[in-house]
């Protein structure tokens, strides 16, 4: 059974500052996604990783896949109070060798203080 | 070019009844995948459809839920004598192919009372 982490599930941060959410799963897959939703809303797409090595920014928000440690991070750059939301990973099973529907983490509720 | 619609976007159902939720992929998609996501949790893989194909249910309950993608309309998932346990926001997503990247519709909030 393929297995999604995250971590922290919890994150409160300062305006300005640096982070990094790190995304952890347990069996060999090439796709990894990254959502954001916010409250009562549906999944916004960030990022689509599809290779090893692939690295994506857009905005104060980069991503990255590392597929021999099965570890993906986004990376919070001086971060704003717009980017409070939730944040999911997602890793695609059939790239995993099982179904085709997405295996998500727990989610990153992020808070953003000024 | 509409996205992925679902309807309706809030439903109250008493312990017992029936809900029915629709789903619309986006034009030219085929699949479509259904998703339930408790409070505070992540979203769960229910089920994967196609035209009027189910090719994986392995996330669905054994019993009173049940999906279908006819070939005119829309997908729709069938959650029958709801209890309060069914309480969740239900998401549809489409992709044009398998293994593509999937679109979320804005979910449907069922409440069960």
């Known amino acids: 059974e393929l297995k999604v982490e995250q971590n922290p599930l919890f994150l409160s941060m300062q305006e300005g500052k640096n982070y990094t959410i790190y995304c952890n799963y347990s069996?060999?897959?090439?796709?990894l996604y990254w959502y954001r939703q916010d409250p009562g809303k549906s999944l916004e797409s960030l990022f689509v990783?599809?290779?090893?090595?692939a690295v994506k920014q857009e905005g104060r928000l980069m991503a990255s896949l590392d597929t021999k440690a099965r570890l993906s991070t986004l990376h919070i750059t001086a971060a704003v109070h717009d980017l409070s939301a939730t944040y999911f990973c997602?890793?695609?099973?059939?790239?995993?060798?099982?179904?085709?529907?997405?295996?998500f983490g727990k989610g990153t509720h992020l808070i953003i203080q000024p | 070019n509409a996205g992925v619609m679902q309807n309706p976007r809030h439903l109250v159902r008493r312990r017992g009844q029936e809900a029915r939720l629709r789903c619309s992929p986006m034009k030219g998609h085929s699949h479509v995948y259904w998703y339930r996501q408790l409070p505070e949790e992540g979203l769960k893989f229910m089920v994967y459809l196609q035209k009027e194909n189910i090719i994986d249910e392995s996330g669905m309950p054994k019993e009173r839920f049940s999906a279908e993608f006819p070939k005119e309309g829309p997908s729709i998932l069938r959650i029958q004598q709801v209890v309060r346990g069914d309480s969740a926001a239900y998401f549809c997503?489409?992709?044009?192919?398998?293994?593509?990247?999937?679109?979320f519709g804005p979910g449907t909030r069922l409440t069960v009372t």
């Open positions: 997503a489409s992709s044009p192919g398998t293994s593509d990247e999937q679109y």
């Open positions: 997602a890793v695609d099973m059939l790239a995993g060798g099982g179904a085709d529907g997405l295996t």
């Open positions: 990783l599809l290779s090893n090595g």
């Open positions: 069996t060999t897959s090439d796709r």
